[in-house]
């Protein structure tokens, strides 16, 4: 047994990204054309939603910040955000890792996170880190970190 748990850290860090860019519109707001895309898993344990959402999209759904959004507040594992849904606001209650993925399209960002057959998030091995070579491209303009390229095969 590793006595730094290196998969927990990296999976903590990409989340970090993720809550730090909701902090930081949650205090100054978005900007321009900036919106984000949060997909995440409804059943995932602390997820709080309406019950008629979550019969509706009972694995995953697509939330979009962009303008009809109030009462962001940001916490240290989950996010809660009031949208319109079918002319209604509500508010949903969403934990870090439920989060299946993140982007931000103004910036062409994308944060993509597996879970596990447990349903949780998969965690990267160390040592899988090695060929990272393999899986980049340095011509690429794209700015997505996918978590599939490390998955246990």
Do not use: C
Request: hydrophobic share 35%.
């Amino acid at each position: 047994m590793s006595l730094i748990n290196y998969d927990r850290l990296i999976k903590d860090s990409l989340k970090y990204v993720v809550r730090h860019a909701l902090e930081h519109v949650a205090d100054k707001g978005l900007y321009g054309d900036q919106h984000f895309y949060i997909t995440f898993q409804t059943e995932f344990p602390g997820v709080e939603a309406p019950e008629y959402l979550l019969n509706e999209y009972p694995d995953e759904l697509t939330i979009v910040l962009e303008n009809q959004f109030w009462n962001l507040k940001v916490f240290e594992t989950s996010f809660s955000v009031s949208l319109n849904f079918n002319s209604k606001i509500e508010t949903i209650k969403i934990p870090f890792d439920a989060i299946l993925e993140f982007s931000d399209p103004s910036e062409d960002f994308v944060l993509q996170f597996e879970l596990n057959e447990d349903g949780l998030p998969d965690t990267i091995e160390m040592s899988e880190l090695e060929n990272i070579e393999d899986y980049t491209d340095d011509k690429s303009e794209n700015k997505v970190i996918s978590l599939d390229l490390f998955r246990k095969k």
